[in-house]
């Protein structure tokens, strides 16, 4: 048998760094993982977890299965097809990123199906908006479990959502991870975390890889310990936008728009329609009645010095497969609709 502490298993994932890479998971990692997960993660409740088996959510999931000793649903389309047999097998807990959960409310809202043993609906891979907090509260009638963390590191820290809550509250940490803020405003700053659950590295690593330094552990994502000791998320330190010096993080934007009447989804990037002039753009997938000029009002209202001054309407936001936003691909989105793919 391999040493505990050499590689056992890897797990492609671009969603931290932006680029396809294999996180290492040595037995050491995935026997701690193991031992916390039902803490924060899967536990001895029949589960559909719509993230696949080839991802450490769905891996870890698959694992808690075989620990606690019920079936493992192997489903990963969000589908008519998983939903009747989660009701079949009297599943408790649905799982998936909030795009994931997203569709799986929209099937179970056209089909009028009832899930009647289903008490907890958990979300990972980015953070859920209020109003998918709201909406699963109103018509699935359970709580929402919402999990921060990474493939390369486990769950990190876990809170209960109501509706209303401030969803960028991550909640208390994990058992077993230490966490610190880098401060460089003095209150917030970049994260990292290290603990005998987190990754090595990555499989033939290069020089250039940052996010393993000594043990550390850097997600790119920003944030801060509130007075309660509970970890509140600031956006990532490489999605903040500099727009003309003021700078501007389109997560919070991003949120805002999507808690207006009409508006489903939402994402910011920055377009050149003049050369050197960047401006702030924001793709929308909505309702037919939505009112953009009200949108764009009450935008300017509330990010006077950097607000979005270019608004398209999209079909859809492209995602990877955890839910998370491709700015790339979403600029590449709205230069087209606007003419300037060619630019």
């Not at 003021?246 to 990037?269: H, M, Q, R, W």
């Amino acid at each position: 048998f391999a040493r505990p502490d050499k590689p056992m298993r890897c797990v492609l994932t671009s969603g931290t760094t932006g680029a396809p890479k294999a996180v290492i998971f040595t037995a050491d990692n995935i026997e701690s993982r193991l031992g916390q997960l039902a803490s924060y993660w899967a536990d001895s409740r029949p589960e559909l977890n719509f993230m696949g088996l080839s991802t450490t959510g769905g891996f870890f999931t698959a694992l808690a299965a075989l620990q606690h000793g019920y079936p493992y649903m192997a489903e990963v389309a969000v589908n008519l097809s998983a939903l009747e047999r989660a009701k079949e097998y009297g599943i408790q807990v649905l799982a998936g990123s909030p795009a994931q959960i997203g569709q799986a409310l929209k099937l179970v809202r056209e089909h009028k199906l009832q899930l009647p043993n289903l008490v907890e609906v958990r979300v990972a891979g980015s953070l859920p908006s209020q109003k998918l907090v709201s909406a699963i509260h109103d018509e699935l009638g359970v709580q929402v479990k919402s999990v921060y963390g990474s493939t390369e590191g486990g769950g990190v820290a876990v809170t209960m959502l109501s509706p209303g809550d401030n969803t960028s509250d991550a909640g208390v940490l994990v058992s077993g991870v230490e966490l610190e803020i880098q401060k460089e405003d003095g209150v917030a700053g970049q994260i990292r975390y290290r603990g005998p659950g987190v990754s090595p590295g990555y499989l033939q690593a290069s020089d250039s890889d940052s996010n393993f330094v000594d043990g550390w552990f850097y997600p790119g994502d920003r944030g801060l310990i509130s007075g309660q000791d509970r970890l509140v998320l600031d956006g990532r330190s490489d999605d903040v936008l500099n727009v003309g010096g003021t700078k501007l993080n389109p997560s919070i934007v991003e949120a805002v728009a999507e808690d207006f009447y009409g508006v489903k989804e939402a994402a910011v990037c920055l377009v050149e329609r003049l050369a050197g002039i960047e401006e702030v753009a924001i793709a929308v997938v909505t309702e037919p009645d939505i009112d953009l000029k009200k949108l764009d009002a009450n935008l300017r209202d509330r990010f006077s010095m950097a607000h979005p001054t270019i608004y398209v309407v999209l079909k859809a936001i492209s995602r990877n497969h955890m839910g998370k936003i491709q700015r790339q691909d979403v600029k590449a989105q709205v230069e087209r609709e606007l003419g300037l793919a060619n630019y």
